[in-house]
């Protein structure tokens, strides 16, 4: 599933955003806006988490607000409308790739804005201009 939603996620940078990235495993320690969103899958329900810098939200709220200097509440909305982006993506790769794949997806939820200290089976970094999105996944959790 990590690799789907990687891709899903890689697609944001090139085609939403248009920013070039580096991927990395290494989950950065730093203070991150932090969502999550459930994904059921065969009657499986994993916790996708998806946390992005500060600066990497401004970036997207100029991007597609056209506004600079947003406030706390506004990056919130922002990385709850870019879990969406992502995740909904994802479930359209997942679905062309394979029906057997098929997932349904819960709304996101903001958690925190703190280092990411989650607990999660895998996961991937990924570098925009020196600003981070992270990508983890909890696979098959008993909520």
Known sequence: MLSIITKAATNFCEHQIRKPY?????????????ASINIMENNNTHIVYIGASEGLLQTL????????????????????ETTNMIVGSAKVIAQ?????KAFD????????ITDFDYPHDCGV?????NS????????????
């Open 132 to 143: 981070n999105i992270l990508v983890a996944i909890k696979e098959n959790d008993a909520a």
């Open 22 to 34: 580096i991927l990395t495993d290494d989950m950065p320690k730093m203070r991150m806006f932090i």
């Open 96 to 100: 062309e790739q394979n029906s057997s």
């Open 105 to 112: 997806i819960r709304m996101p939820q903001f958690l925190d």
């Open 61 to 80: 709220c100029e991007i597609f607000l056209f506004e600079e200097d947003c406030d706390e509440e506004t990056l919130k909305d922002m990385l709850l």
């Open 125 to 129: 970094n990924i570098n925009i201009d």
